[in-house]
């Protein structure tokens, strides 16, 4: 880098900013521009397809630079920080006017992925959290966070790392802040789990001006992460912190808890496959009407109720809204004109409301009357003494009412957004103004009567102000002298009076103070609602709350959803229950409900059938009956009662698991060590064909261990799914294990899978029926039920403990003597028992047909083959 003083004095000042954020792209005002230099014009104009260009900067080789007009800059912002990166607003802080040498310039804003606020970043139905995270020595973490646009923040304490991050991932933080002596083993974990915008802030003092958001924290643990949130907040925002919520701390365990992965394999929020809300449990129940309350809904979803009481009050509400259907309607109706309070209070705080928003939240408010009558009309103890809980804010609502236009503009800077009557000094501008005009269109018809030329006029220009205009073809018709010539056009001239002048200047004069005050009475406004804050947040709350139960209503009524029931005793009784979301998507005609029945005596439910019968909608629909239940929404059943869980764990095998490399194993022993590790005996576990990543023995015995291990030592309610039909035995040995099956019949020679959940388990022979209808070659099929035979009367050979891999294999057979002819379905291959042959052998009869879908077959076939052939080739 050359020498800072070799540079001009602008791109040494520029330097000297950008040294204060050298992770962020600074954007660095001249004149309409945002110009960025260096390293940041380089990958700005890469990352959003701008043009690159150079300007002298006092050094021989020119600068890189490329800038965004100021009036679009907001676009390129939104996609820089879509794409997970920091933007340093520079502006000039000083008049140019008044600035002696190079204008000043400060960094007024950063905006960074948590701390966006441009409506356009955010997404109205989810929360934009930021966080911040603290370890300790004892390995427990404290983790805060906060969403700046509608002013909820939080707290928590982690006993481990590993909750540390599953908690940053339920939360989805956008950003999380750090310690700048972070450990990088977790920035990297953040990393791989999606979130990459990691920012750094040491200080941890309590600030007095924390003091209100602080006040509810007790311990030390959680202040220190809040205080880093907020500094960071303070650092990068540069202002108020006004509209933030008292922060709240909260326990994880206080809920229903689910680590990403089993939300992510039960499709919460979005599908495994394609990562769409579309097919996801939010998107079945997405009939919230307000933004905030789908929000609300999402963090619902994320921590079901572990609360009998709270969850009942839920349910009793959810069943009063069905009832009534007709109130239901109008409340919805009602909640349509009820904009995005939360966020609406958010911007007055953060100072970037403008005229239209506080007419939305005046006419969201205007609502809140008719919904608590509407509620009242409903007649039922505990929605009354909701409703009278309502605050409707009357006196904001009055004052918006008396003081903004209906059709108030989006700027405030332009005025005439103020109600007449509102402001004596306003309305005395605005007299003056309007009489000043009606003067100047009164002299116009009086100037015409005077000089008799019809066609003169009175107009008015930014330049010139207001003038009498007379075309040339009737200057003949002017008194020489009479007014003062200005302008000459082609067609006219243009003159003025001092009268004229006058009463410009009135008129002006008043228009720009009662700009000016517009502007400052706005403020005053916004200053008086920026007091009522907390008010508004409640209301928000509760009107959000009201909106996610009218939505359970409606779906629950829509779809047939049952109330649940609970008990103390872990029974799981479901009787005719559906998975919700595979109802939805298919024709609920076609959905095959069925029942699940655990007791004390049954904890384990071991699901065998064929392929795509039906075995992973099957556990899954009870894991979602169970986070419907206790969010509080009915469920899809004819009948449920069921436990209140502490915690779901799933282990179920996406489609691309089928490929079973070693990493994707490793996943699945993790998992099944995590749930295995945390499980209680009020947890709910999912096993979905545990083992399959591995050779047949190796999984086997690896799942028949886990069941045992389940079973005795755990006794949580477990369904395990699995292929190994040889597991079905184990009801001889495990009490409380029940085998249940999906059914499925051959009708015309097709497997004709029936859906429906049986007693026992199931027929062994459809994996090589299966293999049958999908057309692989007869001689396959043959040898394969020569095989299941051999296998069923207790042939088995002793694997080798390391599975012979192909390339292995193939070299000892290679450095054999030759093997004639090798037919893999021929007699050659068992009577010549050479050590190849027997090599090839044992690899045919380690394949399970059972367990392979047509699919693997074939792949099995090809890979069979490929050796054959190499063989051949290497004689
Ligand atoms: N109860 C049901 N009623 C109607 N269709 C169902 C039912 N259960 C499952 N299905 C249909 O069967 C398909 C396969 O189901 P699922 O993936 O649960 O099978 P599986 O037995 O777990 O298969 P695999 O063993 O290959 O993983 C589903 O996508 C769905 O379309």
Redesign the pocket.
Known sequence: MPDMKTYTPMIQQYLKIKAEVPDAFLFFRLGDFYEMFFDDALKASRELEITLTARDGGVEEKIPMCGVPYHSAAGYIEQLIDKGFKVAICEQTEDPTHAKGIVKREIVQMITPGTVMDSRSLEEKENHYLAAVTGFDDDTYSMAHLDLSTGESKVTILSSKDEAIHELVTIQAREVVLASDADESFVKVLSDRGIRSISYMDDTTVESTFSTILSELKQDKLQLSMARLLHYVQNTQKRSLDHLQQASAYQVDAFLRMDPNSKRNLELTETIRGNSKKGSLVWLLDETITAMGARMMRRWIDRPLINQKQIEERHSIVEVLIDRYFERAELRERLKEVYDLERLAGRVAFGNVNPRDLVQLKKSLQQVPAIKETLLSMNDQKITEDAKKLDPCSDIADRLEAAIIEQAPLVIKDGNFIKDCFNEELDQYRDASRNGKKWIAELEQKEREKTGIRSLKIGYNRVFGYYIEVTKSNLHALPEGMYDRKQTLTNAERFITPELKEKESLILQAEERSIDLEYSLFQGLREEIKQEIPRLQKLAQEISRLDVLQCFATISEERHYSKPAFNHERIIHISEG??PV??K??DSQ?????DCQMDESCEMLLIT?????????????VALTSILAQIGCFVPAANANLPIFDRIFTRI?AADDLVSGQSTFMVEMLEARHAIAHATQNSLVLF??IGRGTSTYDGMALAQAIIEYVHDRIGAKTLF?T?YHELTSLDQELSKLANVH?SAVEQNGHVV?L??IKEGPADKSYGIHVAQLADLPKALIGRANEILVGLESGYQRIEPAVELKNKELASTINEEASIGQLSLFGEELQPKKSKKADALYREMAKINVMEM?PMEAMNELYRLQKLAKSMNESK
């Open positions: 559906r998975h595979v109802e998507v298919m076609e959905y095959v409900p069925n059938g064929p392929n795509m019968s039906g075995k992973s909608t099957y556990m899954r629909q095998g979905d064909e799914s292929h999906v899978f859906h429906k879908t």
